[in-house]
């Protein structure tokens, strides 16, 4: 029997431990199929995928990388190097690094463009957003900028005081003050739909700001 055939037998293997979740022994039999053919990249593509249910994502990064050097220098299917790439990301999305993930599902996509993989890569750019929004807040920050805000807004400087608000927003999201300080300032800017759903957050936030975003009287806070 060739290794080529021998190879494709123990990943046969390989794939029904895998669909029994006996992980240790698809990772045993895969890495004998490559033992027996280096140059068949489903074999690590396949290996790739057991560390990434065990939660392994750096092991499951490091055997797509091998299953793409193998890929390229054996011309490979396209859809396979798509699937290594596409792995890549989703481990990165495991790993919350949203920047690595959409590099890669990019990578993927250029390989073979499929729904899923399209769904993957507007999911890793939510969560870019959504851990830049996180690391961006600062409570003292958003302090400070509601302080400056409030000081235009007594000085009539109502496109500055909104800046300051919004900056503080982006500090802050879950401080219902500024929000309704914000609000506020809307009115004075004729934005009385922006001011009312600024209103709405503030209560959401807290329902005691039913009290200080009364309309149409506004109470900076």
Not at 9 to 23: I, T
């Amino acid at each position: 029997m060739s290794n080529v055939k021998q190879a494709l037998e123990e990943k046969a293997l390989g794939n029904a431990a895998y669909k029994k979740k006996e992980f240790e022994t698809a990772i045993a039999h895969y890495a004998k199929a490559i033992e027996l053919n280096a140059t068949d990249i489903s074999f690590y593509n396949n290996m790739a995928a057991v560390y990434f249910e065990q939660k392994e994502y750096d092991k499951c990064i490091q055997e797509c990388e091998k299953a793409v050097d193998i890929g390229r220098e054996n011309r490979a299917d396209y859809k396979l190097m798509a699937k290594a790439f596409a792995r890549i990301g989703s481990a990165y999305i495991k790993k919350e690094d949203g920047t690595s993930a959409i590099l890669y599902f990019q990578k993927s996509l250029a390989e073979h463009r499929t729904p899923d993989t399209l769904a993957k890569l507007q999911l890793a750019e939510k969560l870019k957003k959504e851990l830049e929004a996180k690391e961006y807040v600062d409570p003292t920050k958003a302090a400070e900028a509601k302080e400056q805000g409030n000081a235009f807004f007594k000085a009539g400087k109502f496109p500055d005081a909104l800046k300051c608000y919004t900056e503080a927003i982006l500090r802050n999201p879950e401080d219902p003050k500024v929000y309704s300080n914000r609000a506020a300032c809307y009115t004075k800017l004729a934005e009385f739909s922006l001011g009312m759903k600024d209103c709405d957050a503030a209560i959401r936030l807290d329902p005691k700001f039913g009290g200080c975003c009364f309309w149409p009287v506004f109470f900076l806070v």
